[in-house]
């Protein structure tokens, strides 16, 4: 194809309608889609309608960080008066990141990686972003497995960890149920006698002598450490698999495949069942939590303020890392979300109704766990301080245990587990979509042909299945926590820095604010290039900062004792950290030493976006933009449904608005 040609002009110098451009865009070899005889490259697709965007940010963002991670914090850190730096850091960090990642996505119309053509020399961001999806898809679906394991155990009608006489448990663990019972069997007999003076004495003593001894043994614990993990003594001993974790993260897989292998075709329609009924099943949680005998005192822990903990600086890094953990920032995925919105789509509103759920959701949560916990704690006769936990110990000790004193425990526990899968399961496969999405963007040509996507889907769920094997063997829980300490942690809030910074200083501020007008047809209210500019960048480098001077290396604490890591693995934990955020200093040389000139030429060059015509401002001047000629306007694409070059002045520089005032011009005339 001759450079006339490529500039959207015939040999003749007239211009190509856009079909014109679509075929020969067809025959060159960097086209979209092979000949005409060879298989065609498929339509990129969009959201059915606008709800489905909004579910699956909610589906991915509000998972168990929402469950487990903010009703501990909260609690620990002063009760309602953590909801001071809690929504500081929404006002100030989330909502700023989350709009301009999905609103760059809806821009672009490309994944994670793409996305960053508005500044090639720093691409790099994107290439860390979809390392750290990856490590996390690793990683999270570990949790469906035990979910999965602890969901297949509740069909009991006694609950495997609410007796300690089972095989899995320790011999202390056992003889402490045989006598416990043997003490309350006697106790029955003597009571059927006429003794009955003695009924109060021997009901208190088989009590607390059965107490004693089971207080010494925790059969829930051992359920977990014994039964599922069987964990070993160490991560430099990982012993063999197990199997029927194995089989449980492979159902896991499995499932997540079957959401995503066509694409938002099934996920969309997945989203509106695993975004929405886990609200249904909190709320009849709650209902059952707020009955029960304690729960005023657990709540009374969750929601009482103190507010001289607002003095101490981790409270706020607490809320800070909360913040971007919750909304999923910095992991490519919003960006991939985003790319599917139709270009005239209102993705500012969507921000402001997203970070009002997720905040609702965290909330809500808290009060679910806490009414249980405070029924926990009264049970047992010590306080809610005692009993309250985050993380894996939440979900799969402390609340087990509140659930096996309930009156029919199993169905409970069924409901819990279930509310769990449905809260991991959206932002588990969103997630891998997201890093779909991002690959198959960089190859649409050979990605996006017949069966092709669906089987690389497939070879990359399979890929993860065999990292995660290594966390189901008896060291796995080692493994995860090095995962899940290092990998996608305090990282993000560096890659969120870079964000801000390269959209505002290196794009230009005042350029994406025209973009954005361009899209939503309405100026944005200043505040965000205000929040893009100076608020948000220092705010995630300060939390960030303050997060590293109180870092400290990774311990795995244990019912009996904490589990401190050797050398060797926590170099293994941070190798995981770095191997994503190398990637920004690494493409920023690389496109650096590969263009020409000198070096404020190669830096000019390497900072020009590479823009569809679509995408360009009216009056955009052409030579600080790179004119990405693969793809032309085409009115018939859903992502750009709506616009029209007659009426739209961010086409002006477009062959099809040339040929629309051609005509015109021909009809004054006369010809």
Same mark, same amino acid.
Request: charged share 15%; glycine share 8%.
């Given at each position: 194809?001759?450079?006339?040609?490529?500039?959207?002009?015939?040999?003749?110098?007239?211009?190509?309608?856009?079909?014109?451009?679509?075929?020969?865009?067809?025959?060159?070899?960097?086209?979209?889609?092979?000949?005409?005889?060879?298989?065609?490259?498929?339509?990129?697709?969009?959201?059915?309608?606008?709800?489905?965007?909004?579910?699956?940010?909610?589906?991915?963002?509000?998972?168990?960080?929402?469950?487990?991670?903010?009703?501990?914090?909260?609690?620990?850190?002063?009760?309602?008066?953590?909801?001071?730096?809690?929504?500081?850091?929404?006002?100030?960090?989330?909502?700023?990141?989350?709009?301009?990642?999905?609103?760059?996505?809806?821009?672009?119309?490309?994944?994670?990686?793409?996305?960053?053509?508005?500044?090639?020399?720093?691409?790099?961001?994107?290439?860390?972003?979809?390392?750290?999806?990856?490590?996390?898809?690793?990683?999270?679906?570990?949790?469906?497995?035990?979910?999965?394991?602890?969901?297949?155990?509740?069909?009991?009608?006694?609950?495997?960890?609410?007796?300690?006489?089972?095989?899995?448990?320790?011999?202390?663990?056992?003889?402490?149920?045989?006598?416990?019972?043997?003490?309350?069997?006697?106790?029955?007999?003597?009571?059927?006698?006429?003794?009955?003076?003695?009924?109060?004495?021997?009901?208190?003593?088989?009590?607390?002598?059965?107490?004693?001894?089971?207080?010494?043994?925790?059969?829930?614990?051992?359920?977990?450490?014994?039964?599922?993990?069987?964990?070993?003594?160490?991560?430099?001993?990982?012993?063999?698999?197990?199997?029927?974790?194995?089989?449980?993260?492979?159902?896991?897989?499995?499932?997540?495949?079957?959401?995503?292998?066509?694409?938002?075709?099934?996920?969309?329609?997945?989203?509106?069942?695993?975004?929405?009924?886990?609200?249904?099943?909190?709320?009849?949680?709650?209902?059952?939590?707020?009955?029960?005998?304690?729960?005023?005192?657990?709540?009374?822990?969750?929601?009482?303020?103190?507010?001289?903990?607002?003095?101490?600086?981790?409270?706020?890094?607490?809320?800070?890392?909360?913040?971007?953990?919750?909304?999923?920032?910095?992991?490519?995925?919003?960006?991939?979300?985003?790319?599917?919105?139709?270009?005239?789509?209102?993705?500012?509103?969507?921000?402001?109704?997203?970070?009002?759920?997720?905040?609702?959701?965290?909330?809500?949560?808290?009060?679910?766990?806490?009414?249980?916990?405070?029924?926990?704690?009264?049970?047992?006769?010590?306080?809610?301080?005692?009993?309250?936990?985050?993380?894996?110990?939440?979900?799969? &000790? =402390?609340?087990?245990?509140?659930?096996?004193? @309930?009156? !029919?425990? #199993? /169905?409970? $526990?069924?409901?819990? +587990?279930? %509310?769990?899968?449905?809260?991991?399961?959206?932002?588990?496969?969103?997630?891998?979509?997201?890093?779909?999405?991002?690959?198959?963007?960089?190859?649409?040509?050979?990605?996006?042909?017949?069966?092709?996507?669906?089987?690389?889907?497939?070879?990359?769920?399979?890929?993860?299945?065999?990292?995660?094997?290594?966390?189901?063997?008896?060291?796995?829980?080692?493994?995860?926590?090095?995962?899940?300490?290092?990998?996608?942690?305090?990282?993000?809030?560096?890659?969120?820095?870079?964000?801000?910074?390269?959209?505002?200083?290196?794009?230009?501020?005042?350029?994406?604010?025209?973009?954005?007008?361009?899209?939503?047809?309405?100026? &944005? =209210?200043?505040?965000?290039?205000?929040?893009? @500019?100076? !608020?948000? #960048? /220092?705010? $995630?480098?300060?939390? +960030?900062? %303050?997060?590293?001077?109180?870092?400290?290396?990774?311990?795995?604490?244990?019912?009996?004792?904490?589990?401190?890591?050797?050398?060797?693995?926590?170099?293994?934990?941070?190798?995981?950290?770095?191997?994503?955020?190398?990637?920004?200093?690494?493409?920023?040389?690389?496109?650096?030493?590969?263009?020409?000139?000198?070096?404020?030429?190669?830096?000019?060059?390497?900072?020009?976006?590479?823009?569809?015509?679509?995408?360009?401002?009216?009056?955009?001047?052409?030579?600080?933009?790179?004119?990405?000629?693969?793809?032309?306007?085409?009115?018939?694409?859903?992502?750009?449904?709506?616009?029209?070059?007659?009426?739209?002045?961010?086409? =002006?520089?477009?062959?099809?608005?040339?040929?629309?005032?051609?005509?015109?011009?021909?009809?004054?005339?006369?010809?």
């Amino acid at each position: 194809m001759n450079d006339s040609k490529q500039n959207g002009y015939s040999s003749d110098g007239d211009p190509l309608s856009w079909k014109q451009q679509e075929a020969e865009a067809l025959s060159s070899d960097d086209s979209a889609t092979t000949s005409s005889e060879g298989p065609k490259m498929k339509r990129r697709e969009v959201w059915a309608n606008k709800l489905d965007f909004l579910l699956a940010c909610i589906g991915f963002s509000v998972g168990l960080g929402n469950v487990w991670r903010f009703p501990f914090l909260c609690y620990r850190n002063g009760g309602g008066a953590f909801l001071i730096p809690y929504f500081t850091a929404v006002l100030l960090g989330g909502i700023p990141v989350f709009f301009l990642e999905v609103s760059l996505g809806q821009f672009m119309s490309e994944g994670g990686i793409g996305t960053w053509k508005i500044t090639p020399l720093f691409q790099g961001i994107g290439y860390a972003c979809t390392i750290i999806v990856f490590l996390l898809n690793c990683e999270y679906n570990i949790i469906l497995t035990w979910t999965f394991y602890y969901l297949f155990s509740s069909f009991n009608t006694v609950l495997p960890w609410s007796q300690g006489d089972n095989e899995w448990n320790s011999e202390l663990c056992r003889n402490s149920s045989k006598m416990a019972a043997s003490l309350m069997s006697n106790y029955s007999k003597m009571a059927s006698g006429v003794v009955s003076k003695l009924n109060d004495t021997m009901t208190t003593v088989a009590y607390t002598v059965a107490t004693e001894n089971t207080t010494k043994c925790d059969p829930v614990t051992e359920f977990w450490e014994r039964k599922v993990l069987q964990l070993s003594s160490g991560v430099d001993h990982a012993g063999t698999v197990k199997w029927d974790l194995a089989l449980c993260l492979l159902l896991a897989w499995i499932v997540v495949y079957g959401c995503i292998w066509k694409g938002i075709k099934s996920s969309g329609k997945v989203m509106y069942f695993t975004a929405t009924s886990p609200y249904i099943l909190m709320l009849i949680l709650l209902i059952r939590g707020v009955t029960l005998d304690g729960a005023a005192e657990g709540l009374k822990f969750y929601l009482l303020p103190d507010w001289s903990k607002l003095q101490e600086a981790q409270v706020w890094v607490d809320a800070g890392t909360q913040i971007f953990f919750s909304y999923s920032i910095s992991l490519g995925t919003l960006t991939a979300l985003g790319s599917y919105n139709k270009f005239r789509h209102n993705s500012y509103r969507d921000a402001m109704i997203f970070a009002g759920v997720n905040s609702f959701t965290s909330i809500l949560a808290g009060l679910v766990i806490f009414s249980v916990l405070g029924f926990m704690a009264k049970q047992q006769g010590v306080s809610v301080a005692d009993v309250a936990e985050s993380g894996p110990g939440l979900a799969f &000790i =402390a609340y087990p245990t509140a659930v096996a004193q @309930m009156p !029919v425990a #199993p /169905l409970w $526990s069924v409901l819990f +587990f279930v %509310m769990i899968i449905l809260l991991g399961l959206d932002s588990q496969f969103v997630g891998v979509e997201g890093f779909i999405t991002a690959c198959v963007d960089m190859y649409p040509h050979y990605l996006r042909i017949g069966k092709r996507r669906e089987i690389f889907t497939g070879i990359v769920c399979f890929l993860c299945f065999l990292i995660g094997l290594s966390m189901v063997t008896e060291g796995g829980m080692y493994v995860f926590q090095l995962f899940d300490y290092y990998s996608a942690s305090r990282i993000v809030l560096v890659v969120a820095f870079f964000e801000c910074i390269v959209v505002a200083y290196i794009y230009g501020i005042n350029r994406y604010y025209d973009n954005l007008e361009m899209m939503f047809g309405f100026r &944005i =209210a200043p505040v965000m290039k205000i929040c893009w @500019m100076f !608020v948000t #960048p /220092l705010f $995630s480098l300060t939390i +960030f900062i %303050m997060g590293a001077i109180s870092y400290s290396e990774l311990t795995y604490k244990r019912k009996t004792y904490e589990y401190t890591y050797p050398s060797w693995a926590i170099g293994v934990g941070w190798m995981l950290a770095l191997v994503s955020v190398i990637w920004i200093p690494i493409t920023f040389f690389k496109r650096v030493i590969d263009a020409e000139g000198s070096i404020a030429q190669r830096l000019l060059s390497t900072t020009r976006p590479i823009l569809k015509r679509h995408q360009l401002r009216q009056g955009e001047d052409l030579t600080k933009v790179v004119l990405d000629e693969s793809c032309s306007f085409d009115p018939d694409d859903p992502i750009l449904q709506g616009l029209d070059p007659r009426d739209e002045p961010l086409l =002006a520089n477009s062959v099809e608005l040339q040929k629309i005032e051609n005509s015109k011009r021909n009809e004054t005339n006369g010809v």
